[in-house]
């Protein structure tokens, strides 16, 4: 016996402890953690966790950062370019539409109240001829209707024009087709009675003549002037109107009487209010003349 320590000597727990650390001290804990390094470490491959991190990452987050800013690439630049553009051609179109809806507007306002009650005068005409016609011209139950028939056309008359000017409904075709529906209603009437014996053909000449003369004569002053209605003209008018429509009515006795003292009047006044017209054309057309020769004299100095 030598007398060294079983320990000393490699007894059985002695040689555990040493065969330990004679493998390179590893324990299966450092094992993993030395791999887990040496992936880390490594540039490539699939295990470059940590180093493909820190290669994206202050580059990566910048370049990031770049593209989610719209105002700094070219790109948002250009479609905001076009967005405007888009905008400036809208509102551009815009006048071009108020144009468009304005003359729709202006269509449409051809068919106002008032037009709508010159058209419904000028259908009354054939329908009061051929009622006024009817059975002979004399059955007293077609003359009511006739009456009827006359008596819209006239009130109608006083309503469209008063319309027209307080609403703002004036329009050419207004212009044009009221007088044409006065004057055919009117002028309907009064050849239905001549041509049924009823008035004289020499009444019906005077105030269709007038008519017709007054009319012509407003177009050739025109260019000169407009001649305004006179109060002596709408009573004519109005008188006219009460005058043919007793006509119109079979009336006797008394009634028959007075429509003939009314027509008288509608006569006079028509010959009299038409040479009030005549008179106001002629100041018209010579107070037209004198301004057009002074303003040459005032370009010729």
Same mark, same amino acid.
């Given at each position: 016996?030598?007398?060294?320590?079983?320990?000393?000597?490699?007894?059985?727990?002695?040689?555990?402890?040493?065969?330990?650390?004679? =493998?390179?001290?590893?324990?299966?804990? *450092?094992?993993?953690?030395? !791999?887990?390094?040496?992936?880390?470490?490594?540039?490539?491959? =699939?295990?470059?966790?940590?180093?493909?991190?820190?290669?994206?990452?202050?580059?990566?987050?910048?370049?990031?950062?770049?593209?989610?800013?719209? *105002?700094?690439?070219? *790109?948002? *630049?250009?479609?905001?370019?076009?967005?405007?553009?888009?905008?400036?051609?809208?509102?551009?179109?815009?006048?071009?539409?108020?144009?468009?809806?304005?003359?729709?507007?202006?269509? !449409?306002?051809? &068919?106002?109240?008032?037009?709508?009650?010159?058209?419904?005068?000028?259908?009354?005409?054939?329908?009061?001829?051929?009622?006024?016609?009817?059975?002979?011209?004399?059955?007293?139950? #077609?003359? =009511?209707?006739? +009456?009827?028939? @006359?008596?819209?056309?006239?009130?109608?008359?006083? @309503?469209?024009?008063?319309?027209?000017?307080?609403?703002?409904?004036?329009?050419? @075709?207004?212009?044009?087709?009221?007088?044409?529906?006065?004057?055919?209603?009117?002028?309907?009437?009064?050849?239905?009675?001549?041509?049924?014996?009823?008035?004289? +053909? +020499?009444?019906?000449?005077?105030?269709?003549?007038?008519?017709?003369?007054?009319?012509?004569?407003?177009?050739?002053?025109?260019?000169?002037?407009?001649?305004?209605?006179?109060?002596?003209?709408?009573?004519?008018?109005?008188?006219?109107?009460?005058?043919?429509?007793?006509?119109?009515?079979?009336?006797?006795? #008394?009634?028959?009487?007075? /429509? &003939? +003292?009314?027509?008288?009047?509608?006569?006079?006044?028509?010959?009299?209010?038409?040479?009030?017209?005549?008179?106001?054309?002629?100041?018209?057309?010579?107070?037209?003349?004198?301004? /057009?020769?002074?303003?040459?004299?005032?370009?010729?100095?």
């Amino acid at each position: 016996m030598t007398g060294v320590p079983a320990s000393a000597a490699g007894g059985p727990s002695g040689a555990r402890r040493a065969k330990g650390p004679a =493998s390179g001290g590893l324990t299966p804990a *450092s094992g993993r953690a030395l !791999a887990r390094d040496a992936r880390d470490r490594a540039p490539g491959g =699939s295990g470059g966790g940590k180093a493909r991190r820190d290669a994206s990452g202050p580059e990566d987050v910048r370049a990031a950062a770049a593209s989610s800013t719209p *105002s700094s690439s070219p *790109s948002s *630049s250009e479609d905001t370019g076009i967005a405007g553009t888009t905008e400036a051609q809208g509102s551009t179109r815009a006048p071009r539409g108020g144009k468009i809806a304005a003359a729709a507007v202006d269509q !449409a306002s051809v &068919w106002n109240i008032a037009n709508l009650l010159t058209m419904l005068r000028l259908l009354l005409v054939p329908a009061f001829v051929m009622l006024m016609l009817a059975d002979g011209g004399y059955d007293p139950a #077609w003359r =009511s209707l006739a +009456w009827a028939a @006359f008596a819209i056309a006239m009130i109608t008359d006083l @309503f469209d024009g008063h319309l027209a000017r307080t609403y703002n409904l004036v329009t050419d @075709f207004g212009k044009i087709a009221d007088p044409i529906a006065d004057k055919a209603i009117m002028g309907a009437a009064l050849i239905c009675l001549s041509a049924l014996g009823d008035l004289p +053909w +020499w009444v019906t000449g005077v105030i269709l003549g007038r008519e017709l003369g007054i009319t012509l004569l407003r177009f050739l002053v025109i260019r000169y002037g407009v001649i305004p209605a006179s109060r002596g003209g709408k009573l004519k008018t109005l008188t006219q109107g009460v005058a043919v429509g007793m006509y119109v009515l079979a009336l006797t006795g #008394w009634l028959a009487t007075l /429509r &003939w +003292w009314v027509m008288a009047a509608a006569v006079v006044l028509t010959v009299v209010t038409g040479l009030d017209y005549v008179k106001q054309a002629i100041v018209l057309r010579r107070q037209g003349i004198a301004e /057009r020769k002074a303003a040459l004299e005032e370009k010729e100095e």
